[in-house]
């Protein structure tokens, strides 16, 4: 077993082998640019690019002409947002989306909020999931666009998208989907789904950094997004900039292996995550965060009360790689507000841990760690008087603490 064992793959995943070997001719003997039409260096890339297309379109069910390619989720997420904005901006300017959104979508909002966009951020019950009927009494004559993820980042939960991509049809409104912890994990396909907008991003599927995508619908309905990069018109107009060829293969390539091995990993990911979950919610006073069934298979986030999930994280740092509270704004340490709107007080959102397994996770490395957490959480514990005063049957919620 290699140390450390590294559990953080919702935050991004190691490229496979294979996908490397795909891209790296892309680097040095086919370096081309793709919009170099005058010689084989320009064809060879162009032609890579191509088929890169077909193999991304393909695992979400979609055309080629539909997947524009970005740096990574984040851009598609603000280039759908901000050109779908601009765009319908003589047909409205409200969008409506949920309060435990990635930042990507949640910080883009804010900003449209400025430039006069209305913004309604719908709640989430304790498993994550927003209720139908408030969705459809926030639309409005002026609403243009539903924007909704399809799995969240932090706790797994999958959202009912094909529910709600028929509540955003009977009134006309477009539906986007950041799903860049659904592509390649789970089956995606935008128009049995009936999604309009896409983001996804290479590196979460065991693809490389800085590369994505944005797959727009060209028709029933067609939908237009007005660029937010100039220069070149690349991309059919919606996304200018020199195509990165290597990353647009390798990107490819993840996507096809997805495809092929979807199914088969899915199965013995559940199984280990079992096997983890099992193992841990023994301990007293484990909890489950997020949808026990409808979620993604490679995630459990589970809160472990009276411990610090900072303090339990550096317990096991040598050993384990794991993220505790919210990954991507990692460096504050407020407690996830994933977790807070799921209705988690501070305390339980603050001893949460995130487990992201991965396609390289073997059964070994979950025994380690059923074992190396379960130790920590107990050895913390003895240390809490708080520990102390919950087994001597002391209401905690009762107490008032002194200098607050």
Same mark, same amino acid.
């Given at each position: 077993?290699?140390?450390?064992?590294?559990?953080?793959?919702?935050?991004?995943?190691?490229?496979?082998?294979?996908?490397?070997?795909?891209?790296?001719?892309?680097?040095?003997?086919?370096?081309?640019?793709?919009?170099?039409?005058?010689?084989?260096?320009?064809?060879?890339?162009?032609?890579?690019?191509?088929?890169?297309?077909?193999?991304?379109?393909?695992? +979400?069910?979609?055309?080629?002409?539909? +997947?524009?390619?970005?740096?990574?989720?984040?851009?598609?997420?603000?280039?759908?947002?901000?050109?779908?904005?601009?765009?319908?901006?003589?047909?409205?300017?409200?969008?409506?989306?949920?309060?435990?959104?990635?930042?990507?979508?949640?910080?883009?909002?804010?900003?449209?909020?400025?430039?006069?966009?209305?913004?309604?951020?719908?709640?989430?019950?304790?498993?994550?999931? +927003?209720?139908?009927?408030?969705?459809?009494?926030?639309?409005?004559?002026?609403?243009?666009?539903?924007?909704?993820?399809?799995?969240?980042?932090? +706790?797994?939960?999958?959202?009912?998208?094909?529910?709600?991509?028929?509540?955003?049809?009977?009134?006309?409104?477009?539906?986007?989907?950041?799903?860049?912890?659904?592509?390649?994990?789970?089956?995606?396909?935008?128009?049995?789904?009936?999604?309009?907008?896409?983001?996804?991003?290479?590196?979460?599927?065991?693809?490389?950094?800085?590369?994505?995508?944005?797959?727009?619908?060209?028709?029933?309905?067609?939908?237009?997004?007005?660029?937010?990069?100039?220069?070149?018109?690349?991309?059919?107009?919606?996304?200018?900039?020199?195509?990165?060829?290597?990353?647009?293969?390798?990107?490819?390539?993840?996507?096809?292996?997805?495809?092929?091995?979807?199914?088969?990993?899915?199965?013995?990911?559940?199984?280990?995550?079992?096997?983890?979950?099992?193992?841990?919610?023994?301990?007293?006073?484990?909890?489950?965060?997020?949808?026990?069934?409808?979620?993604?298979?490679?995630?459990?986030?589970?809160?472990?009360?009276?411990?610090?999930?900072?303090?339990?994280?550096?317990?096991?740092?040598?050993?384990?790689?794991?993220?505790?509270?919210?990954?991507?704004?990692?460096?504050?340490?407020?407690?996830?507000?994933?977790?807070?709107?799921?209705?988690?007080?501070?305390?339980?959102?603050?001893?949460?841990?995130?487990?992201?397994?991965?396609?390289?996770?073997?059964?070994?490395?979950?025994?380690?760690?059923?074992?190396?957490?379960?130790?920590?959480?107990?050895?913390?514990?003895?240390?809490?008087?708080?520990?102390?005063?919950?087994?001597?049957?002391?209401?905690?919620?009762?107490?008032?603490?002194?200098?607050?």
């Amino acid at each position: 077993m290699n140390f450390p064992i590294y559990l953080d793959n919702n935050a991004t995943t190691p490229c496979d082998q294979r996908v490397v070997d795909t891209m790296l001719p892309y680097f040095t003997q086919n370096f081309g640019n793709a919009a170099s039409r005058n010689h084989s260096f320009g064809w060879v890339a162009e032609e890579a690019v191509d088929y890169a297309r077909e193999q991304v379109a393909r695992l +979400i069910g979609a055309d080629p002409k539909e +997947i524009i390619f970005t740096s990574g989720a984040t851009e598609a997420d603000n280039l759908g947002l901000k050109g779908v904005f601009e765009m319908y901006a003589s047909k409205g300017n409200h969008i409506i989306t949920t309060t435990i959104e990635h930042k990507a979508i949640i910080d883009t909002c804010k900003h449209l909020e400025k430039l006069g966009a209305e913004v309604t951020y719908l709640k989430v019950d304790g498993e994550g999931l +927003i209720n139908l009927e408030e969705l459809e009494k926030a639309i409005t004559p002026k609403t243009i666009l539903i924007s909704i993820m399809y799995a969240n980042n932090e +706790i797994g939960t999958i959202n009912p998208i094909r529910d709600i991509s028929a509540i955003a049809r009977k009134h006309g409104v477009l539906l986007m989907s950041d799903a860049t912890q659904a592509v390649g994990k789970i089956p995606v396909n935008v128009n049995k789904d009936g999604i309009d907008l896409m983001a996804f991003s290479g590196h979460k599927m065991y693809g490389p950094k800085g590369v994505g995508a944005l797959y727009v619908r060209r028709k029933g309905p067609r939908v237009k997004v007005t660029a937010q990069m100039d220069g070149g018109g690349h991309e059919r107009g919606m996304r200018s900039g020199t195509l990165n060829v290597p990353g647009i293969v390798g990107l490819g390539k993840a996507c096809e292996i997805c495809m092929n091995e979807m199914e088969a990993e899915s199965q013995r990911l559940i199984k280990l995550r079992t096997k983890l979950e099992s193992g841990l919610l023994k301990l007293e006073e484990s909890y489950l965060n997020g949808h026990k069934d409808h979620r993604l298979p490679h995630v459990a986030n589970i809160s472990f009360k009276y411990v610090e999930g900072e303090g339990l994280l550096m317990g096991i740092n040598k050993n384990i790689a794991l993220s505790s509270g919210s990954a991507c704004t990692s460096a504050s340490l407020e407690p996830s507000y994933v977790l807070k709107e799921l209705g988690l007080g501070d305390e339980l959102a603050h001893s949460s841990l995130r487990f992201g397994l991965s396609r390289f996770t073997t059964e070994e490395e979950i025994d380690y760690t059923i074992n190396a957490v379960s130790e920590t959480v107990i050895k913390l514990r003895e240390m809490s008087p708080l520990w102390e005063m919950f087994k001597d049957g002391v209401d905690l919620t009762k107490i008032e603490w002194a200098g607050h």
